[in-house]
């Protein structure tokens, strides 16, 4: 990509989306942890809606790692895959007060070595709770990497990750990343995005996908 798109792109981010961050609810790290591990395929308004009930019937790790499972899936039941979810939450909890002293750790190893923690959950994590940059592949920023010109069609999320960070200074890899969900999430989304509105589609590589 040349240098004066890429401006394009960054300076159109910057002007729609000067301020974005992580939508999911939490107030402890554990709570950030485990609200990413429950958004998988799932929206962040889905989780937003089940996590406070969750954290405040079982309101420490501790509670959570002594909850039976089947108390934490009635909490859950309203978002997809509740019942592995259950699963990974519980074991979290557990693992957490076992192997980390209760804290979450930073580590890229030791996160996705936590139940149902992949390179995605323990990106968002990392840049999330310590500022870490990283920028954390879902599906619209891998949608958008392509329609932008960010990556090829073929590309994985590792090689879209990889592209990515290639392409930009450390310093904006976290705010790029909610920058891009957001326009994901609200406008270029994967079915029906607002290409007649759009100050990009010159450039973009699916535009007028729905016309
Ligand atoms: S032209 Fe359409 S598909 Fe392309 S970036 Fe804009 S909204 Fe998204």
């Not at 079982?58 to 039976?68: G, Q, V």
């Not at 920028?135 to 329609?147: E, G, S, W």
């Not at 590309?155 to 976290?174: H, S």
Request: hydrophobic content about 40%; some cysteine.
């Amino acid at each position: 990509m040349d240098p004066s798109t890429k401006n394009r792109i960054l300076t159109f981010l910057d002007t729609h989306y000067p301020h974005v961050g992580c939508e999911l609810l939490y107030r402890q790290d554990y709570e950030l942890l485990i609200a990413v591990v429950l958004s998988a395929q799932t929206t962040d308004q889905a989780v937003n809606k089940v996590t406070p009930v969750l954290f405040e019937r079982f309101p420490s790790l501790e509670a959570l790692a002594d909850a039976p499972i089947s108390a934490i899936e009635s909490v859950i039941q309203t978002i997809g895959l509740y019942r592995t979810k259950a699963h990974h939450v519980k074991a979290i909890a557990q693992q957490l007060l076992s192997l980390h002293e209760g804290r979450v750790p930073s580590d890229k190893a030791a996160l996705t070595a936590l139940p149902g923690v992949g390179i995605k959950t323990a990106n968002v994590v990392r840049a999330e709770l310590f500022r870490i940059p990283e920028i954390a592949v879902d599906t619209h920023v891998h949608r958008l990497a392509y329609r932008l010109g960010f990556r090829q069609k073929k590309d994985d999320v590792l090689v879209t990750e990889k592209k990515l960070r290639k392409a930009l200074p450390p310093e904006r890899y976290i705010l790029f990343h909610h920058q891009l969900i957001h326009f994901g999430r609200y406008r270029c989304t994967a079915k029906k995005p607002m290409c007649s509105t759009c100050p990009l589609i010159d450039l973009c590589k699916e535009k007028n996908k729905n016309l």
